[in-house]
């Protein structure tokens, strides 16, 4: 007799054949997801090809396909997170993995234990592959360098926020195709976006003509200008009204309120009247370009209400593409000691 | 061969026939747990019969029967617990589901995110059900009504606690049968009660008759007086050794200690000495009427050391039952979209 | 056809036979692990003979053994944690058990529930195993006498930490064989460290000859004098040049930096030059005499960085037996009602 429960555990057992089966050319070697800068354009393709059959197993009646049982997965989170903590645990879950949460608050971090000593530690436990979200910039780079578990950057600093950017890629493409060429706009805080600076990263190696847009004060003095913080060349405009003209689509980034304090902008008023991301302005993309925003958002903010909530919002759908990406990035590191 | 393990397997997979084999007519179709007021008789009853055979469920070698494999729950707690919380978690993996908890400290709560946002992040992220406890009456309204998410209150503000509601009656029921035409006294600080509330709903629909008590600074000045808050009509009476005369049970509530600053009461001791749940009291009451108590109990305030560790005494049994009910709950849900 | 997963899941059936088969003389009735004072030598064997065959389930390609599927374990930890939590977390999942974790912040210890409460809520929620650490000295005492789960401590205030204890025991034998006659120093602030209490029990139990060394005023008064508070007779050396001489190992203690400010200490620079844990003085221990720390280290203050990053150091050994250890009693413990 076969009991609806075996059949849900066969069905679930099954990745998607073409990964289980890949290509030898298509191995995949790398240890670490620090940040998009090292990434080939091939590797790139690569997770967002497997983030495909992902969502496959998304979709099933019972999402679950264990790839990665016996693998455990340490999240170590120094700030706080839902979004992107809950997507990392959900992934593991979905996979098969166990997955341990530690905080910053509750962990010896308390007792000033350093970053390489709890990342020793933690390998020494037996943790396969840890998520890491650290307020410092290049953090999770000090921890890749000291043990051999394998590091996921959940977000440094202003940094790096590569997983962000993947599912970025990954939503974009799927609604405008292929990225050569297209004109993408990212407004916002730059200067203090990890998220806008793994998009630049992601974006430029899939060939996008990247425009960044934001008050002359909230945009880094070296960007554009010749590679001089490494990231890849880009256009400036400090007029979101000339930047939207004919975009593709629009990455919209959360303005952190605590910016106001440190004398950055002179009021969320001023921000809004000329940087908001609202019906007005992308009347002047191409028709249809949709907006992303990687959340939480200030709804009336750099993004008005109908925006996001419209149907040009990809916001929901980066959300539940983050889940499938991750799984795509762990799944594909499975394999490495 | 068969290994101890695939029969603990094949032993835990099913459920209890009269589960698996629902008649028609006992269809669930209630995507929210929110409060008791809008439950049916029917609903209840299935409630209580289904947390029955969890209780099979919870009484065997191997208590895991996973109908719920491949769905993931999302706990979202606002306010601090400990029961509540591992109760959910503990239904949840009993049946086979993924747990994922969210707390508002180390969550984006913390950046201002809206609860409406978070709601529908977590839905974007996979969860399916997301049980909730926030210290704002109503909150989880605004959640249910934003995404599709199901949810199950788990505490909001002095509103409601329906799930203690289901499990005190499920309780009490086991212990003194039909509920109609019973005497059940609920006493101590109703005001800012969530399990009152609960309980008087669920006990008026079963029939009981409800007497409520407690210092008049504590009582809601609407109580009894013709459905003005919108609770059932009920008994009121200041006088405990009044109330209690021929109670076929006695509910306790929790005085919170807060309470006290706030200028409600004069004293701990003239609460004591007033309205707490005692042996000498509760010998008026019918001969052997049990007491309930939601906890966690302050001890020799709203009740004595003698009741809540006594034969009388149903308070680790509510806590037990409160895992079925629970189970009962997210079974019944799992086939609602 | 035989997928990949249900191999991996057959793989991941057994535990080594002679673990499934315990002689009948070697059946295991301690319901509690609170500390090593009331341990048999033949139980400390047993656990850590049972360590080992964990040790080979955690080197398979799945490193999953779920002998405790169906068990609920609860972690309730009153203090900050990473690596004991983790491990006990890893050890319980590892083994299929399901874990729910409770800290003293989002819990109902927040609302005043005295710990006796809390244990028997959680014993009513289905918790088989209480993992608790407390930082009051005899808080899992209480736990124990109260309610029937069985109770694991992991640590309690300067008190006990019976597995620290049990996983130095076995790394320590694991690098120089039986410890009878062998002359193991510990040192540091042994007044305020609960992991040396366990430690000298067990290694007095095991025959070892346990010197004691730190400044006078890091030193219980009643240490080596006739047992006074309970402790076996060990020797006490406040100069540690003269303690480390023909050591067969050394166990340092990690130095609490809040103990400055009690004046107990006149400075670190005056601690480390005269009781830091370095080359120069492992010198005079015996040749390649293995050096253990409970972490997290404080470089360079109990510890030089060349000893705790060189051959001596057995810290991250100690972090992984440090799982197979806590599995071990978890396997033991899992028949008891």
């Known amino acids: 007799m076969t009991s609806p429960l075996r059949e849900a555990r066969s069905r679930e057992t099954a990745i998607p054949v073409h990964l289980t089966e890949p290509s030898g050319a298509r191995e995949w070697d ?18 967002l ?4 059959a992902m969502k496959e197993v998304l979709a099933r009646d019972v999402p679950r396909a264990p790839a990665l049982r016996g ?44 970053l390489i000593d709890t990342v020793r530690t933690l390998r020494a436990i037996g943790a396969h592959v840890l998520i890491m979200r650290h307020p410092m910039s290049g953090a ?62 992601g974006l430029s190696k899939l060939g996008a003509e990247v425009v960044v847009c934001g008050p002359p004060t909230l945009l880094p003095a070296e960007l554009g200008r010749d590679h001089e913080d490494g990231l890849p060349l880009v256009t400036v405009e400090t007029d979101f009204d000339k ?12 303005l952190q309120q605590e910016r106001m304090t440190g004398g950055l902008l002179p ?31 200030n709804e009336g903010v750099e993004i008005s209400a109908a925006v996001a909530h ?8 980066q959300v539940t593409n983050g889940v499938a990406v991750r799984m795509a990035l762990l799944y594909l590191m499975r394999g490495l000691k």
């Open 30 to 47: 790398r240890r670490h997801v620090l940040d998009l800068d090292d990434f080939s354009v091939s590797e790139i393709e690569q997770v």
């Open 49 to 52: 090809e497997t983030a495909d």
């Open 71 to 114: 693998t455990t997965i340490v999240t170590l989170f120094y700030e706080a997170s839902t979004r992107t903590r809950a997507s990392f645990e959900l992934a593991g879950k979905v996979l098969g993995a166990d997955v341990i949460n530690l905080t910053a608050s509750g962990s010896s971090v308390e007792k000033g234990e350093s």
């Open 140 to 201: 999770p780079y000090l921890a890749a360098s000291h043990g051999d578990a394998r590091v996921v950057n959940a977000g440094d600093g202003w940094h790096a926020h590569p997983t962000q950017g993947l599912l970025d890629l990954y939503t974009l493409r799927n609604h405008i195709g292929s990225l050569a060429g297209k004109r993408v706009v990212i407004v916002g805080d730059v200067t203090h976006s990890r998220v806008a600076r793994s998009d630049i990263w």
């Open 243 to 254: 930047a939207v003209q004919g975009a593709d689509a629009v990455m919209t980034l959360r």
């Open 267 to 297: 009021s969320l008023r001023e921000y809004s009247r000329l940087y908001q991301v609202n019906e007005a302005r992308m009347e002047k993309a191409r028709p249809g370009a949709p907006v992303l925003h990687p959340g939480p958002i």
């Open 310 to 317: 419209g149907a040009r919002s990809l916001i929901e759908e």
